[in-house]
T-cell receptor
Framework: KAGVTQTPRYLIKTRGQQVTLSCSPI?????VSWYQQTPGQGLQFLFE???????NKGNFPGRFSGRQFSNSRSEMNVSTLELGDSALYLC?????????????FGSGTQLSVL | GEDVEQSLFLSVREGDSSVINCTYT??????LYWYKQEPGAGLQLLTY?????DMKQDQRLTVLLNKKDKHLSLRIADTQTGDSAIYFC????????????FGQGTELSVKP
């Protein structure tokens, strides 16, 4: 069974641009969560999607958005990039997103904003 | 509130046991996890414990949970150089699936 797949692996953008990251969950998993990892703030929850609906959202500005497709694949978008958006963005999947489930993470997308 | 605390660094000799500690503040959390992150990689789930358990053993890994003190520990027996990584503890709430609250991570360095 393939794991969680995130593309691209690396991205370099400049301030003001926008970026879209992609996540394919483990087959059969319908819940997808996104996290931002930075040296200063650590791992922070961005949002969670289930059945194409955002169920939970962290404390990030509206420039961060996401969506989920009918095949459970998810994308997250960051508009008007700032230097502080440079981070490792991790995606995790689980069956239906209940608290008793294991979350499996992808390898992440390393975003550098210049 | 939501807060998970970990010590930042731990250094041990190969073959010794490692104990990584974590404290959490919200007693309503239902599951507690340990993840491992190697350089340039994502998070690998190591083990987890339900909040109504005291201990869980899984091969070289032992998780201890003290609910009264809200303290969680991960013991790695016979630590190897391949265990060098950052270890994160995390808690999750039953009604907020997908939303893990992570500690800052403990960097484990294993010296030969």
């Amino acid at each position: 069974k393939a794991g969680v797949t995130q593309t691209p692996r690396y991205l370099i953008k400049t301030r003001g641009q926008q970026v879209t990251l992609s996540c394919s969950p483990i087959s059969g998993h319908r819940s997808v969560s996104w996290y931002q990892q930075t040296p200063g703030q650590g791992l922070q929850f961005l949002f969670e999607y289930f059945s194409e609906t955002q169920r939970n959202k962290g404390n990030f500005p509206g420039r961060f958005s996401g969506r989920q497709f009918s095949n459970s694949r998810s994308e997250m978008n960051v508009s008007t990039l700032e230097l502080g958006d440079s981070a490792l963005y991790l995606c995790a999947s689980s069956l239906i997103g209940q608290g008793n489930e294991k979350l499996f993470f992808g390898s992440g997308t390393q975003l550098s904003v210049l | 509130g939501e807060d998970v605390e970990q010590s930042l660094f731990l250094s041990v000799r190969e073959g010794d046991s490692s104990v990584i500690n974590c404290t959490y503040t919200d007693s309503s959390s239902t599951y507690l996890y340990w993840y491992k992150q190697e350089p340039g990689a994502g998070l690998q789930l190591l083990t987890y414990i339900f909040s109504n358990m005291d201990m869980k053993q899984d091969q070289r890994l032992t998780v201890l949970l003290n609910k009264k003190d809200k303290h969680l520990s991960l013991r790695i027996a016979d630590t190897q150089t391949g265990d060098s990584a950052i270890y994160f503890c995390a808690e999750i709430y039953y009604n907020q699936g997908g939303k893990l609250i992570f500690g800052q991570g403990t960097e484990l360095s294993v010296k030969p």
